[in-house]
């Protein structure tokens, strides 16, 4: 038998609007004492793992590239509102509605992702896996709920057999198989090397400690989407695996914290009016008939795109330019996107009425 662990698409969950089915699940959830508890076994228990998918990531296939979604926070919100209806998913589905819903319930989380090992010891360097870590009452805990639902047997069948063993683990406990990219998210004082893992030394090297990282973490949980890459680029460099996977992680760190470079934040501004003009002739120009670019899509669409205009506007703000002709670009781009801003503001407006 083998436990659960998939290929990661590397992409963050974000924040964006509470979707219908998301209220639905969390006015579903037989809240007891324990609220985690109460959210842990309402998703190992209705989620059931999604054998298919799993075989289809681990031959390649991106569900992100698949889907031809326009960008990340519109994977996610077909992947949440999929996991909920159809009630099966792979890791990444189990964590990003666990962490959606502690979100809605006022908890700090973040989804981990990273390197696994399978019952008996075996190391899976060519497909990773996501679990997640939830701050609750001033301490950090660590969650895996797609382990925690049950397990594939060695006849590619999931077989569910919900358990608590992976509710609220211990640092040191994770540890044996679960590998973050991430040291911090190892959760001890001294994180073990990726070799001593494979080896299954260190263990006894560790302590459950948080207390030196904790303050890293609680200021990464704050930091956006592109500052937590590039943060967690300069630690996953210094690590220097020699790994599919870990070489993975680093090509798509780089890619979002370079997206914060000049001809990052320019490339955005093109992005960003192209979104926009495609609001207008896929939406507004056709009254919202289409089956894609209705109302509800297209507000969805304005949302992210606003988000990403002002990110783009405090980023041009933050170039120093240093000769007269860069100045005058920068300048223009700013008004450019100060000015769809408002385009798009409007258009929210209306389609929210």
């Known amino acids: 038998m083998k436990y659960l662990s998939i290929l990661f698409i590397f992409l963050s969950f974000q924040g964006y609007t509470q979707s219908p089915e998301l209220t639905k699940v969390i006015n ?17 228990d209705n989620i059931a793992y999604d054998v298919r998918m799993a075989e289809e990531m681990k031959k390649g296939v991106s569900m992100y590239e698949k889907g031809k979604f326009k960008n990340e926070d519109e994977y996610r919100r077909a992947q949440l509102k999929r996991v909920i209806n159809k009630k099966k998913g792979v890791c990444q589905d189990y964590t990003l509605l666990f962490q959606k819903i502690v979100t809605e319930l006022g908890y700090t989380s973040h989804a981990i992702g990273g390197i696994t090992k399978d019952r008996k010891g075996k190391v899976t360097t060519s497909i990773g896996h ?43 406990v994770m540890l044996e198989r679960h590998f973050p990219f991430d040291p911090i998210w190892q959760f001890v004082s001294t994180p073990i090397t990726f070799r001593d893992f494979k080896k299954g030394k260190g263990a006894i090297k560790i302590t459950g400690d948080q207390d030196e990282n904790s303050e890293v973490r609680d200021a990464f949980v704050q930091m956006d989407k592109r500052s937590q890459c590039a943060d967690e680029l300069g630690r996953v460099e210094q690590l220097k695996i020699n790994s599919k ?58 949302q992210d795109l606003e988000i990403s205009v002002e990110q783009t506007i405090t980023g041009l703000k933050g170039i120093k330019a240093k000769d007269s002709r860069n100045k005058k670009m920068i300048s223009k781009n700013v008004s450019i996107s100060k000015k769809l801003l408002r385009y798009i503001q409007k258009e929210m407006k209306l389609l929210d009425k």
Do not use: H, M
């Open 28 to 44: 579903q959830i037989d809240y007891q004492n324990d609220t985690l508890l109460s959210v842990y076994n309402w998703v190992t």
């Open 130 to 172: 996501s679990w997640i870590a939830i701050k609750e009452d001033g301490k950090w805990k660590l969650f895996d709920p797609t382990w925690g639902a049950g397990y594939v047997n060695e006849k590619n069948k999931f077989i569910k057999k919900q358990n608590d063993i992976w509710y609220d683990v211990d640092p040191r």
């Open 245 to 302: 996977l870990f070489k993975s992680r680093l090509d798509y760190l780089k890619n979002i914290a370079n997206g914060s470079t000049v001809k990052g934040i320019l490339n955005n501004c093109k992005k960003n009016s192209a979104t926009y003009s495609e609001y207008i002739n896929e939406g507004k120009n056709k009254r919202f008939s289409g089956s894609k670019w209705n109302k509800e899509y297209s507000l969805n669409i304005l």
